[in-house]
């Protein structure tokens, strides 16, 4: 899960940041596009509402659970 939550973590942050260079020592930033900054961080809050509300709803679900025992 580390290598997974590493490597969107990189693709994610490569198209915001000029000197990220993911093909090191090839110096070209083919992954650099600042104007997709918007979208991306809407995607990510997209994401993270996503986060909560699966928190919740799993916490919900596991005191059920345990009030059914």
Request: hydrophobic share 45%; net charge neutral; proline share 6%.
């Amino acid at each position: 899960m580390d290598a997974l939550g590493t490597g969107l973590h990189f693709l994610i942050g490569a198209p915001l940041y000029e000197d990220i260079k993911p093909f090191y020592p090839i110096m070209t930033k083919t992954l650099y596009k600042p104007s997709l900054a918007l979208d991306i961080y809407v995607i990510c809050i997209w994401i993270g509402v996503f986060g909560i509300v699966y928190y919740f709803w799993t916490t919900r679900l596991n005191d059920l659970q345990k009030t059914e025992k």
